[in-house]
Nanobody
């Protein structure tokens, strides 16, 4: 069965950096998009970034463009989200998800989800 396990969340001061990881297992993801979403308290879950497992294409939400970088290590079946210049408004639970289509930013296309990892940015 498909498993996506996030790790690496934590508490960081504004302006700092953090990297979260997503280890994928249970199937071949070569044709999939892997994405990161986040959900802050009282807000809807939103798209953050995505990449395709077998291609170099990436896609970012405007709110994180230039600050966050998504990457993957195919040998480790792991996707990373490097977050720099963090702001208090980046505080949220970050979720990893997998999607068999090319619609990288469409949340409804993501059928597999991890349990989430908390990222808290203090001011």
């Amino acid at each position: 069965q498909v498993q996506l396990v996030e790790s690496g969340g934590g508490l960081v001061q504004a302006g700092g950096s953090l990297r979260v990881s997503c280890a994928a297992s249970g199937r071949t993801f070569s044709s999939y998009a892997l994405g990161w979403f986040r959900q802050a308290p009282g807000k809807e879950r939103e798209f953050v970034a995505a990449t395709r497992w077998s291609a170099s294409s990436t896609y970012y939400a405007d709110s994180v463009k230039g600050r966050f970088t998504i990457s993957r290590d195919n040998a480790k079946n792991t996707v990373y989200l490097q977050m720099n210049s963090l702001k208090p408004e980046d505080t949220a639970v970050y979720y990893c998800a997998a999607n068999p289509t090319t619609a990288m930013s469409v949340m409804a296309k993501y059928g597999y989800w991890g349990q989430g990892t908390q990222v808290t940015v203090s001011s």
